[in-house]
Structures are given as C-alpha cells and as structure tokens.
C-alpha cells in the first residue's frame, strides 16, 4: 500500500484543526457553545499545538516505509489517534443526532483515517 498519500492528506487534516485551534479559539468555543471562557480557550490552543505537532510528524515522514516493523511507532500513534477519536465521535453523533454537520463530517474522516492506518499497521509495506 501506498502510504504517501494517507501521510499527506492526515498532516493536511490534522495541520487545519490544529491552526484553527490555535489561532481561533474564541470563535471555536462560541461556535460550540462553550461560550468565552480563557480556560477552554487555553485548552484549544493546547490542543492546537498537539495537534499540529501531529501534523508535522506525518508530513515529515511522508517519504518514508511505513507498515509492518517500518516505523511502527508513527504507524501505531496515528492509529491510536484515529482510532480513539474515531470511536468517541460516532458515539457522540449517534447519542446525538442533532449535532452539526461538521461532526458527522469530522467523524467519518476521522473513521476513514483509522482503517486506513490500521491497515498500514497491520501489514508489511509490500502488500
């Protein structure tokens, strides 16, 4: 499997939350009616770094082998990322199906992204 353009599109994705994250927290936390507070602003911005520090790791190893035991640990951390948000948001959409179409969206990226590395995990860069 080609890697490359999973490892692109996840830095891109996770580059853009992170951003937004960072540099509109206020807007974010109004928007998801958490109101003002400098507390979840902090928080977001946090998140951000995260976030973005994500987005630079598979940016920079875009290039590289990865499945198998060939650099397993980017592989498993993007996995269990995926994975956890993945599971935590179809939870939250289908408790809640009034939620906004941006967390459906969100939701279904985030579970695309967690087959996709789950299978670059799971199986040797040549198959």
Known sequence: MNTKPVMVLSAIFLAVIGLAFTFMPQEITAFTGLGFSKIYQLQLQIMGALFFAFAMLNWMAKGAIIGGIYNRPIAIANFAHFFIGGVALVKAVVSNIHLPYAVWII?????????????IFSRHPSQ
């Open 107 to 119: 939701a279904a990226i985030y579970s695309i992204f967690a087959i996709l590395f789950g299978i």
